[in-house]
C-alpha cells in the first residue's frame, strides 16, 4: 500500500518492519518523538548555516506537535539559538541544543560561576588551537564549544582534533562529544540520551520514537527501551533497531506516523452509532456495522472484558469482519423478522450472524458439540468470493494471543478463556504486527458449493463438527425469539419498531441471572471528540425495572420476575438495610470495582477517555426504589397475585424510602456534584409508597396507615418545595430555577393530575427551555462537567407522555414520528441524539430510548381506541 505524506512523498519503499514498528508505536497513549536536525531534518551541507530542513518533514513535525497526547521534539549539538533560527518550527516544537545542555534561553544563567570559569578557559584554549591550524571553525554555545573540521585538508584536521584531544579535552570537568567531523567540549556533562531521558519523565510519556544520523546520537539510541523505536539515517555502526538511507526516507517515517497516528486518535472512518445492529443470545450482546464487521463483543458476560472493541479502538482493538473481496457497499442490512438473526446482503454475498448458545444446540442424544458456553456463528452463501479478517484481541486488546490453525479452523492461544474458530475448508494466513497476530483468508463461495460456515466458540477448543446442519441449528435459535413474539400484546402504533424495541429489550437481560443492561456498550462518547463517555454495561435498579415494566405492558412477565429475584438478593446482601442500596451493580449483582481508564484505547472517533466501571455507583440516587414498586405493580395487577420474594422486596423498598426520603441525593442523571433534594428522586419516593399501597390494597386484601402518611407527607413536601415561583414550574430541585425534564415526572407519576395547572406550567416551560426539534435536552444546567450532549430519547419521551397526558395529541404524535425517523436503519436507537449533526449519540442500544418508544406507541395506540 502506497501512503502520500505532506509534500507528495511515497512510502511504497518502506521496510516492512519498520513500517510494522511505527503502526504499534503510533498507537501509545503519550508519545515523544524525537529527531537530530543535521542529518536528520536537514540534509547534511557544507556550510552549517545553510542548513534548512526539508519541507515535507517540517509539513509531518508541525502536524505531529499538534496533536493531542503527541509531543516533538529536536535534540541538536547546535546552539539553541541557532537551532531556532535555522529550522523555524513552532513553538509547539520543544527545541534542546548543545547535546542536552540547553533546554530553554535563560540557560546561561543557571551555571555555577565555576562552571563558568571553566568555560571561558576553554574557550581561550581552543581559540589558540584553532588559529594553530587554519579553517577549523569554532561554535561557541552557553555551555560548551564546537570544533569543527568539515571541509579541511585530512592532515590538518587529524592535527587539530590531536590538539583538542591532548590538551582541553583531558582537563577535569570537561565532557567531550564526538561526532562527524566534529568535536564537542562542554562544562555541563549531559548528552541527547540524558535529553530525551529528561522530556520523558517531564512528559510522561508513553514510548520515544528517536530519529538520528550522528555518533552523538547513539547515546539517545542506547536510552530506549521497551516499546520505544529507534531509527538511524545512513551507514555506520548502531544501536538503534531500524535504518533509513536518507534524510527523505526519515520524512517517509514521520508521514507514516502521522496519519497512523491520526487515524488512532481521531478514529478511523466512524460508523454512525445508530448504524450498529446489536446480536443477542441472553448470556451476551455484540454489535456489527452495517458492512458485516463485528466491532464490539465482550465475554463471557456484557460486563466482562471486550474480546473485539474496533468500536473503541478501531481495528487493533480487534474484529472479525467479512465482505467481498471486490470490495463494495452492502445492498442492505436487516434482522430476520422477530429473531435478533442480522442478515447483511451484497451482489453474491449474504452474510448472516446471530450469537447461540449450547441449549439450542443440543440433539435428542445430547450435545451436538461439546463444551462451550456462546457461539457467534457466520454463515456466509453466495457465489462470489469472500475475504475474511479475524482479529480477537482478547481484554481490550490488553492480551497478546497467537492463532494456531489445525484441520478445520483455529485456535487462540494465549487468553484465559479458551476460543476455537470452526471454520471447515478455509484455508487461513496467519499475519502479526509484532505483539499480535490476525487471520486472513478469501474463499470462493461459488467452488465450495455456496456456503462456508463460521463458529467463534467461547469457552472451548473444540473443531468438532456438529450433528445438526446449520439451518436446523439456525432456526432452534430463532425460535425462542419468534414464541416469545408471538406472546406479545402488540400495539398497531409503530407496530415493527415496537417488536424490534421488545426484542432489543430482551436481548439485554442476562438470563443467567436477571438483571437488565442499561445498554450494550461502554463509553460511546455524548458529543464527539468529548470526555461524556461512560460505561453502561451494568444494571442500573431504575432502569432495569423500568425496561421490564415496558416488556410487562407488553403482556410479557418473564423478565420482570427475573429481575425482582435478582433485586432479591441483591437487598439481601445489604444486610438488612435497603436503604443502602447502590444504584448500579453488576450484572451477577455485586459492587462494581473502581472506574478505570484505558488509555490505550482512542476512543469513538477519538472520544477518550474509554471507560470500564461507572463511579455512580458511589452515589446516593433515592429514586431508584420508585421504579422497583411501581414494577411489582405492574406484575401483580396482570398476573393477578404477589410472590413471596416480591413481597420481601416491596416491603424492603418503602422502608428504604422511609429511612432516607428526607436527604438529598445525587439524582436520576449522575452529575459528579455536591447533593441537592432532587424533585425526580422525591417524586419517585412518593411513588414508591403509593405503588406498595396499591399491592397491598389489591392483593393483599389490607391496608397500612402508616405507609398513608408517610406517602402524603412526602407529597406534602414536594409540591411545596419543589415549586419555584419564578419559573412558575417545578425545576430540577429545591430552591434551583434550572429546568430539567425529569421534573414531567411530578404529573407522569399520578402525583399531580393532567389538568393540573402547575403541571400543565411545568410541561409548558421544559418545552420552552429543553426541547429542540425531535429532542428534548436532560437539561441545561451547568453538570460540572466540560462539552455538551445531544438530546435524550427518554426524555423526548416523557413529553410525548406529557402531551397525551395534558390533551395535546397532535403534538405528541408529531414528535413521536420525529423521535422514531431519528432510530437506525435495523430500527434500533442509541441514548441521544444530535439534532444538528443529526446523528446518534451515547450508549448503543440504550435501553431507556427503546422503553419510551415502547411506552409511547402503547399511549398512542389506546388513545386511539378512545
Known sequence: MSTTLPGGVATDVMDPELRTAIGRIARVPQLLIACDYDGTLAPIVEDPSKA???????????????????????????????????????????????????????????????????????????????????GVRLERKPASVAVHTRGLDPQIAAAAIEAVRSGPASWDGVTVTQGKEVIELSVVATHKGTAVDQLRTQLSASAVLFIGDDVTDENAFGNLHGPDVGIKIGPGDTQAQYRVAEPIEAARALGLLLETRRHWLFGERAVPIERHSMLANGRTVGLVTPEA?????????????????????????????????????????????????????WSGLTVTDWLDTPASETTPDGPAV????????????????????????????????????????????????????????????????????????????????????????????????????????????????????????????????????????????HEPTGSILAAATTSLPEELGGVRNWDYRYCWLR?????????????????????????????????????????????????????????????????????????????LQLDVF?????????????????????????????????????EPDHGIWEARLPPRHHIFSKVMCWMTVDRALHVVRQHGGEDRPEWVELRDRIAANVL????????????????DEDMDASSLWIGLSGLLPGDDPRFLSTVLKIEADLRSGPVVYRYHWD??????????????????????????RTDAEELFAQMIDTAGPTG??????????????GNHPQAYSHLGLVRCALLLDNMLKQ
Open 52 to 134: 534548512v530542513p526539508l519541507p515535507e518533514s517540517v509539513a509531518a513535525i508541525r502536524a505531529l506537535a499538534a496533536m493531542p497526547q503527541t509531543t516533538v521534539a529536536v535534540v541538536s549539538g547546535r546552539a539553541l539559538r541557532d537551532l531556532a533560527a535555522l529550522s523555524r518550527l513552532p513553538s509547539e516544537v520543544h527545541l534542546v541544543g548543545s547535546h542536552g545542555s540547553e533546554f530553554d534561553i535563560g540557560f546561561v544563567e543557571r551555571l555555577s560561576p565555576e562552571l563558568i570559569e571553566i568555560r571561558t578557559r576553554l574557550r581561550d584554549a581552543l581559540r589558540e588551537i584553532a588559529a594553530a591550524h587554519p
Open 293 to 345: 464487521k463485528i466491532t464490539w463483543l465482550c465475554h463471557p458476560k456484557p460486563d466482562s472484558a471486550a474480546i473485539f472493541a474496533d468500536l473503541v479502538g478501531g481495528s487493533p482493538a480487534g474484529h472479525f469482519t467479512v465482505s467481498p473481496e471486490r470490495g463494495g457497499i452492502p445492498l442492505g442490512q436487516r434482522y430476520r423478522p422477530g429473531t435478533m438473526t442480522v442478515e447483511t446482503r
Open 370 to 509: 461439546m463444551g462451550g458456553d456462546s457461539t457467534l456463528i457466520r454463515v456466509l452463501t453466495g457465489t462470489g468470493r469472500a475475504r475474511i479478517d479475524f482479529a480477537p484481541r482478547p481484554e481490550f486488546g490488553q492480551v497478546a494471543v497467537q492463532l494456531q490453525p489445525l484441520d478445520d479452523g483455529l485456535l487462540v492461544l494465549g487468553s484465559n478463556e479458551p476460543i476455537a474458530l470452526y471454520s471447515p475448508g478455509v484455508e487461513w494466513e496467519i499475519t502479526s504486527d509484532g505483539v499480535y497476530e490476525s487471520a486472513k483468508a478469501v474463499v470462493d463461495l461459488r467452488a465450495v458449493g455456496g456456503q462456508v460456515v463460521l463458529e467463534m466458540r467461547f469457552g472451548t477448543q473444540s473443531l468438532e463438527h456438529h450433528r445438526l446442519s446449520i439451518h436446523e441449528r439456525q432456526a432452534a435459535a430463532e425460535q425462542p425469539w419468534t414464541d416469545w413474539v408471538s406472546t406479545l400484546r402488540l400495539p398497531s402504533t409503530a407496530r415493527d419498531l415496537v417488536v424490534r424495541s421488545a426484542l432489543t429489550l430482551r436481548g439485554l437481560c
Open 543 to 619: 432502569d432495569a425495572a423500568l425496561s421490564a415494566r415496558s416488556l410487562v405492558d407488553l403482556g410479557s412477565t418473564e423478565e420482570a420476575e427475573g429481575l425482582l429475584r435478582w433485586i432479591d438478593g441483591v437487598v439481601e446482601r445489604t444486610g438488612g438495610h435497603p436503604e443502602r442500596l447502590h444504584p448500579l451493580y453488576t450484572v451477577d449483582g455485586y459492587e462494581l470495582g473502581a472506574e478505570a481508564v484505558i488509555d490505550t484505547l482512542p476512543g469513538y472517533a477519538g472520544s477518550r477517555p474509554v471507560r470500564v466501571g461507572n463511579l455512580a455507583n458511589h452515589q
Open 626 to 662: 420508585g421504579p422497583v414498586a411501581d414494577l411489582i405493580a405492574a406484575v401483580a395487577d396482570l398476573r393477578g397475585s404477589v410472590r413471596e420474594t416480591e413481597w420481601r422486596v416491596l416491603e424492603s423498598m418503602v422502608e428504604a424510602v422511609s429511612r432516607r426520603w428526607h
Open 720 to 735: 411545596e418545595y419543589g415549586w419555584h415561583e419564578h419559573a412558575e414550574a417545578y425545576s430540577v430541585a429545591y430552591g
Open 783 to 808: 453538570d460540572g462537567l466540560p462539552g455538551r450532549e445531544g438530546g435524550f430519547h427518554i426524555c423526548t419521551a416523557w413529553l410525548i407522555e406529557a402531551y397525551l397526558r395534558t390533551g395535546r
Open 828 to 841: 434500533l436507537l442509541p441514548e441521544q441524539y444530535d439534532p444538528l449533526a443529526e446523528r446518534g449519540l
